[in-house]
């Protein structure tokens, strides 16, 4: 699948187009971002993309390309390996994240210090139009509208997305232009998004 026709999946995923994406009853769009610099970071990106697919109650819909970013914060450590998927779950908020979080340790994740590199980084952006300040979970995430390494891949596969709170993904970018980041070939295989989504299509979400 091409980015365009990724993007054309997700593009209704926030606002009153999103009635237009078929999705399963009870389930809400949610993205997440993915990122790495330690071990064969592009492998474990695309080996999250596929485990992220097959969580309960979940439909991958869109996958952006590869990005490549420089590191943010602790500047000492190699570039960074991005991207951000698009599912359709029915899985709360809560629950999603903490899916997620068993995926990073699976992983070998580990947390020395703020910023540091990691084998496997997965953060829950948005889910629906939540919006959420608990401990450990906040939607959207509080940072995204300040990484370049977020909103590039965000706006590939969803360009008219809305942030809650924030506005439209678009009017975003320019805050974030100056940041070093490039695209680096695509996340999956051709083929294998269609074939991810087509799993739960079969096996149809409770």
């Known amino acids: 699948m091409t980015p ?20 399963a009853a009870g389930a809400v769009r949610a993205y997440v971002a993915l990122g790495a610099n330690l071990g064969e970071p592009s492998v474990q990106l695309a080996d999250a993309a596929r485990a992220i697919a097959r969580l309960p109650g979940t439909r991958m819909v869109a996958v952006s390309s590869l990005y490549r970013s420089a590191p943010v914060g602790y500047l000492d450590q190699p570039e960074f390996c991005n991207a951000v998927v698009a599912v359709d779950t029915t899985l709360a908020p809560r629950e999603l994240l903490d899916a997620l979080l068993a995926l990073e340790t699976a992983c070998g994740r580990t947390r020395s210090f703020r910023d540091a590199p990691r084998r496997l980084d997965l953060d829950l952006l948005m889910h629906g139009e939540a919006r959420v ?15 370049a390494f977020v909103l590039r891949p ?12 924030l506005g ?38 409770p």
Do not use: K, N
Request: aromatic fraction near 0%.
């Open 4 to 23: 365009r026709e990724s993007a054309a999946l997700a593009s209704a995923a926030c606002g009153p187009a999103a009635g237009r994406s078929p999705r």
């Open 133 to 147: 300040a608990e401990p450990g979970l906040e939607l959207p995430h509080p940072r995204m509208a300040a990484r």
């Open 154 to 165: 965000l706006a590939e596969i969803a360009p008219g997305c809305r942030v809650p709170g």
């Open 168 to 205: 439209p993904v678009a009017a975003l970018l320019p805050a974030v232009a100056a940041q070093a980041i490039e695209r680096d070939g695509p996340l999956l295989a051709a083929g294998e998004l269609e074939r991810l989504s087509g799993e739960h299509r079969a096996d149809p979400m």
